[in-house]
């Protein structure tokens, strides 16, 4: 999600105009259709109730995840070591922006290493699968998972922003099969990723016979990456055409079941405008394995660490009332959990 | 729903914070989706309705209830005074807020002392379920019956509430089976009930085989303990936990219907955001037999006992008029009298 | 729709209220859910369009009533007069509001006297069915027909408008033996009618079987006698008792659709919360043979005859274009046109 | 659309009531329910993506259309001229507005003859069908064809404008004869075209078997004639019956629904309320072959010729970006992608 020349200063764009401008959605996650139905007597203590999970050999503390955001510059290296500070005292996963601009310039390498104050958890490396058709191969791929020493790499899907960019990079065809190569070739398991359009059942029967070993599905109804870049854009009419795309895309809740259906064995991550804990336990009893948030962390991550670690206790702490609304004692008790839509 | 230590303060701030905050639920009672259809010939004098019903071996003059709210200070006791005055003039039914604090300060119990005002009436004692699990026995259930000499005990399921409170009692687990013994010992029937999030079809039917005789489904759409929590919590982390629930719950018209379906012949409690008699009405035609309130009731205990009174008689007028409408002579005839969804 | 003592002063009030305040229900009439299908080819002539039906013997020039609404007083008189000159100028039909002031106050009798304005119009009499109930028979039934040579009765059920107001004549029991009795005897047909809250399935049934010769649903959506009296109402309790009512009542649309299924062969005149002719042309494509209008032709017979005249002209030539615009040459044809919801 | 006398003053009127009041709908397009399936991985490349289509022996570089609007006056030639230069320039479709003005009074030809700044485009010929009625027979038709040099007609069928025009032409029977015969002698296709009310399934099929080569739903949701003339009528009673009708007509999604149904292999062109190319293109997905636009073509010419070819490079890339946000390379492709209604 970085384009050169310059995209230190588009970066910082991106940090700037996410935290001042309303980037949302004009859709909604879907989520608020959804209703768990409580169950007054849970038979369960609450002290008890168990957020444990197991991913790629990790244990997490609880089913949330600090999405892909930053790095590059010197301010998004401080939002990583405050993202990652948190993440290491909560036990929880996280991912680092795309590390293109580190691969093409060493020294912007600084504010991606965070493996220093974060050295048990679940960390995810960054790259834009498009780039495998602008001359990106396997080998970039490993050096993004090795600068970080990552336990996965996520390849992110953002074809509708690099539409939307005067100078996008827009050629998408024949990706598919050079994503299957960097499955099969590089040294940790991979995840698909879109960045706020959500994944269909098409695309992630593709993603899957290609290899991949997650999928996040980053719908819609949270950040919507057309507004961000409406308000980057100078040229009126290329505002207005961004413009005209701020209800595209699969809401998250819709996009899980889509993904759920095809590949009902695949770790699904959840990710788009959810909100709260309750967010995320709905997510899991859609289908997914966990949630992750990205536009509520930056805030956080401008303030402090311990901003970034109230957020996920608080969030922490919804997931688990809301299992003990519903009698569910471990995580995988809620993904059995039914919904019910009044 | 009263915690140790300084319980007294507590139910204070729980009185003053229904009285002074806005703390209904985000969510309806979904009563508001269904619509009796009118019958232009009722073929019925409307002074010959009858809104008797039996219960328990007491007779009602209407089906209302003024549902259980409160006890343990001296302003608690005025205000169970004026509502069992007013029950005992109109023959209603009436319950006492959560016993417990009477229990384990017996100096508190004066202000549940209501039978001198109410002799005749059916009486409910009120008990958190809960405390079950927190050293109380089949003994302390009998003494809460025995000191206002209740024709029936309520055990109110709160886990929710319990949950968002910073103490709160939370070890759910073997609640059941307690639950059962002290239906098989206590000397009255008792009576299940939620406070606001309603009761599920697997909750109704574990209760219904521990063998409780009747169920307050107490469903979402009125008073929402989350959001009374939410105004006394301080630590503004745990205020934002609380208002994440402000939606949760099923709402009582469902909850009704939810309960009906798997206990079709265990009395049925309707409360949860009944606004007027037609609303009752509308839970009797869903399979309640009568419907009670909580924060109107409150609202006019703080006047007086004659605002009581005339909040009694204007529901019971309200109800009358709707059996009128629809022709139905008695409540069994309301009870099978369709509803519809435009 | 009256009531002793002092009817005149309640007249006055129900005319002074239903044109200063707002008297309508809570609920739509429903017809806005029904879009009738553009027919871009009609392969009629506008001119050519024919609005004519026959009811009772009588020929009449569009399909539109002038509803019962007043009489009793020297207003009522005047507006009565205006309406009628309107109705025989343009050749549609009218009914008086309800006699029953007439028939025990000989002198009200003038504000009813209009044949002299309307020689020819379908002209309806118009009592309360209940007060067959208090000591109306068939004798006076035929009163109020010939004292304005009326070419049909109707008997209006208004239950729920009598249980509201403080001294309302409620006893509806046994009522419906006696509109047989009228039926039977009477010299004019029988129409049965709503005043504002619908005719449901099982009234239709047993009208019909009673032997009315036609119903006029008078549905909720409209006019709201419950927000009337709450208008009239000083005690406030039982103002409060009203304003419970204000969304009771079977929607227009929806008890056309019901009297139809059980009456198909029944005219079914459709009144309440209609607008416009295009809401009229609904009504005759879900059933009804024509439409009235109480409200809205009572605000322009406080103007004169003309605005009244006005009124009718612009009302059929709205319909005359929504048969234009589905292709339907006449009323027959409209009956049968379909309509769709989106 | 046009009519004697003082043609050219009424023209003025519609262009500058357009151009300053609220003409729009009180009904949406429908298009705003159907949702594409976001394809995360679209496998083409977007500067490879391929608009062009092939309609009546052209080739257009889009599928966008500049609906039939004006003529006849001295600024109305002036607005034609910039959107002719405007379509040659980008390679579009465009229809000039109702010819009759110039077919009675050869001196308005002159706002007509765009074939000089427009050699190459895709042209149509524009006449309400109703005239055919009034005097109107094959020869005018080709007259009007002959003066642009045309590649097709446009019969345009506006009988509920006309209804409510004071002197509108409303003699619609036996049309359909007369529009076989021009198809069948006319030099060129035929296309029936609506104004803005739709076509129905019925009116479709009759179309068909009449010949005619491609139909124009203009459907509800944009641009309203009863709104336009309501503005224009300075009878107040007119302007009411006018208003009665801002909601008629069948939504542009559908009306091509519809017509999709009965005449699956007619191209048919949408148009009515499209806002930017993504409506366009759901159109397409929908069952058109194109998409036209008047209003908001209108206004851009008002300005420039630059500022209607602005408008419509923003709609063009809005249908491309739209197409690889579906992974669509083609216009074919589109047309089978499947919407969805959450
Ligand atoms: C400031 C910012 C930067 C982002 N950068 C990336 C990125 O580099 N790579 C990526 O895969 N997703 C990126 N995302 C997308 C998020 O990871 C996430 O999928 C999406 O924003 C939805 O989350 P939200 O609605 O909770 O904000 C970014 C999001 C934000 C807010
Ligand atoms: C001030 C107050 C105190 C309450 N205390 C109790 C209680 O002690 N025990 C109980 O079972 N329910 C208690 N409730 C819950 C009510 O009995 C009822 O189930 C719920 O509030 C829904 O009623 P409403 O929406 O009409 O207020 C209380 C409610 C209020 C408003
Ligand atoms: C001022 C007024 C007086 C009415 N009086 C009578 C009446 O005496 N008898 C009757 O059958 N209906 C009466 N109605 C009811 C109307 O006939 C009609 O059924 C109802 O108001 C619905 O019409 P609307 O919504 O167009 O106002 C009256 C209505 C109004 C507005
Ligand atoms: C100013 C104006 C003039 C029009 N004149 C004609 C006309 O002469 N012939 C015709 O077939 N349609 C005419 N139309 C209708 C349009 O071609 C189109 O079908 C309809 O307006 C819907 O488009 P819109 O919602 O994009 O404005 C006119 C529309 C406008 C706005």
Redesign the interface.
């Known amino acids: 999600m970085d384009h050169l020349p310059s995209t230190e200063s588009r970066k910082s764009d991106h940090i700037r105009i996410n935290l001042e401008e309303d980037v949302r959605s004009a859709l909604t996650t879907?989520l608020e259709r959804f209703?768990?139905?409580?169950?007054?007597?849970?038979?369960?203590?609450?002290?008890?109730i168990d957020l444990h999970l197991e991913l790629f050999g990790k244990t997490l503390n609880a089913p949330i995840l600090i999405s892909s955001m930053t790095g590059g510059t010197e301010k998004a290296g401080l939002i990583n070591q405050r993202l990652a500070e948190a993440a290491q005292a909560t036990g929880i996963a996280m991912g680092v922006g795309s590390q293109r601009v580190a691969l093409e310039n060493p020294q912007a390498g600084a504010s991606f290493q965070i493996r220093q104050f974060a050295p048990d958890i679940l960390l995810f490396a960054n790259i834009g699968a498009v780039q495998l058709n602008y001359g990106y191969a396997v080998e970039h791929c490993q050096r993004a998972v090795d600068m970080i020493q990552a336990d996965a790499l996520i390849l992110h899907?953002n074809?509708?922003q690099?539409?939307?960019q005067p100078e996008?990079d827009?050629?998408?065809?024949?990706?598919?099969g050079k994503i299957e190569q960097v499955c099969k070739q590089v040294s940790v398991p991979v995840i698909?990723k879109?960045v706020g359009?959500?994944?269909?059942e098409?695309?992630a029967r593709?993603?899957v016979d290609a290899g991949v070993s997650a999928i996040d599905v980053a719908g819609?109804g949270g950040t919507s990456w057309s507004q961000v870049e409406m308000y980057r854009i100078q040229d009126e009419?290329r505002a207005?055409?961004a413009a005209?795309?701020r209800?595209?895309?699969?809401?998250t809740a819709?996009s899980i079941q889509m993904v759920k259906k095809v590949a009902p064995h695949v770790p699904i991550i959840a990710s788009g405008g959810l909100k709260?804990?309750?967010d995320i336990a709905k997510c899991i009893a859609l289908g997914a394995c966990m949630g992750g948030m990205a536009g509520q962390f930056l805030k956080a991550a401008t303030q402090s660490t311990e901003a970034v670690i109230?957020l996920i206790?608080?969030t922490r702490?919804?997931i688990r009332?809301t299992m003990?609304?519903v009698g569910a004692a471990n995580l995988k008790a809620l993904s059995s959990t039914p919904l019910i839509e009044?």
Not at 35 to 48: D, S
Not at 197 to 200: C, D, E, L, Q, V
Not at 247 to 251: C, E
């Open positions: 879907g209703f768990f139905i409580h169950e007054a007597l849970p038979e369960v203590n609450l002290e008890e899907l074809s509708l690099e539409a939307i996008g827009t050629r998408f065809a024949g990706l598919l698909a879109e359009w959500g994944i269909s098409r695309t593709m993603l819609a009419r207005r055409i005209a795309f209800n595209w895309g699969i809401p819709y709260t804990g309750v109230e206790e608080e702490e919804e009332i003990f609304g009044y």
